[in-house]
DNA sequence: AGGACGGGTAGACAGTGTCTACTCGCCGTG
DNA sequence: CACGGCGAGTAGACACTGTCTACCCGTCCT
């Protein structure tokens, strides 16, 4: 009935994308997927060995719409290191705010312990590209511990923010003096 | 047999404190945990109506061992903000990292949904005490913006810390430096 | 003595992930 | 053309889960 043929392992992951959307990350039972794509609940088994699998799977369309984002809001890349760092913390918080579900599905414990390989690495190109920004805007310090530190503090900022503890404490009504004040500790005031 | 009266309320959270360190957060079924407190499923329901609410309780014994190890390493409170800050973050690394599973199902997400009173007042108190911490260390900063910025940092780095991701990424083979970088972030150079 | 009742049992129910036997249609080869 | 294999999906079983409900049994109170 809608796009028929488009081949059941990714229309499998769009079922999957467009139900951790609308109804949060416990409606991605195998079953339900299955479901909603119009298939019985062994199907699947023949794409996605393993119900977990089928979540990384989805989970990476989120690391590739979030780097899809963040290239695009690079643009040529003209602008300042500083600059840059400060437009892929904006596009990455704005990314995980809007789209609770899916940023919670990327982080879960149970996807990263498995999975060695495959959603890592979808992570491991933007660290790299953090490094060298990083690098070129603190000189002085080590890069990789400097970025390492500037992640982590991003993505708990993003967690947190995202079940309202640093509303309730800080008092902010948005991210956006938090992503300052944590941008101003990393790499320095800005001048 | 062993410790009979000790009321299956307390028992059960018991339980589930030792099996999420030793088998981790995926063994705490409802029924498992009625099992090895010796009793049938349906008895943890008189005390705990949901299978949510017991998992509440057994997180909830998390943050006041936490809590125990904050205010012990402080002791009398004579060190200096700077250094009982310092302290406070090792104190939490220390604990995340090596009890793992237990730092994992605090932060779950499904339990910071609901018991929307239950854990996150658990956790205010420290962070009360953090901003005071920050407030005499920074006074030309806003303090609950940085010690939400803080605190976040801190959080994150104990998750991308205990999947590996700073392992790989970073090089370093402790997060000592880490807590070391991110203090100096966001309470400035050790003077 | 008898009845209420706290506290625990046991079974049912719907739902889940995995496994296995099977069916059906298509394609290439004899 | 017939036929065998095989990719792809179905359907049912299994063990397990959380929740609900009916029941039971001992202890206390009157």
Redesign the interface.
């Known amino acids: 009935m809608n796009e028929p043929n488009t081949g059941l392992r990714s229309r499998l992951v769009d079922v999957g994308v467009e139900l951790v959307a609308t109804e949060g ?2 409606a991605l039972s195998l079953r339900e997927i299955a479901r909603r794509a119009g298939v019985s609940h062994g199907a699947p088994r023949r794409y996605f060995p393993t119900h977990l699998e089928l979540l990384s799977a989805i989970a990476r369309r989120g690391f590739e719409e979030l780097a899809g984002r963040g290239a695009a809001a690079l643009g040529d890349g003209t602008a300042s290191p500083r600059e840059q760092i400060a437009t892929l913390g904006r596009v990455y918080l704005d990314f995980a705010l809007t789209h609770r579900g899916m940023h ?1 599905l990327m ?1 879960r ?2 996807l ?2 498995s999975d060695r390989l495959g959603l ?1 690495d979808a ?2 190109p933007v ?1 790299s590209l953090l ?1 060298d920004l990083v690098g070129r805007t603190r000189p002085d ?2 890069a ?6 500037l ?7 993003a ?2 923010w ?5 509303q ?5 009504d948005s991210v956006v ?2 992503l300052d ?2 941008l101003e ?2 790499l320095g005031r800005e001048w």
């Open positions: 990350v416990q919670e982080f414990h149970d990263l312990r890592r992570s491991l660290f490094v310090a080590d990789r511990l400097v970025a390492g530190a992640l982590a503090n991003l993505y708990g900022i967690q947190l995202t079940w309202g503890s640093l309730l404490t800080t008092g902010a003096p938090l004040a944590v500790a990393h």
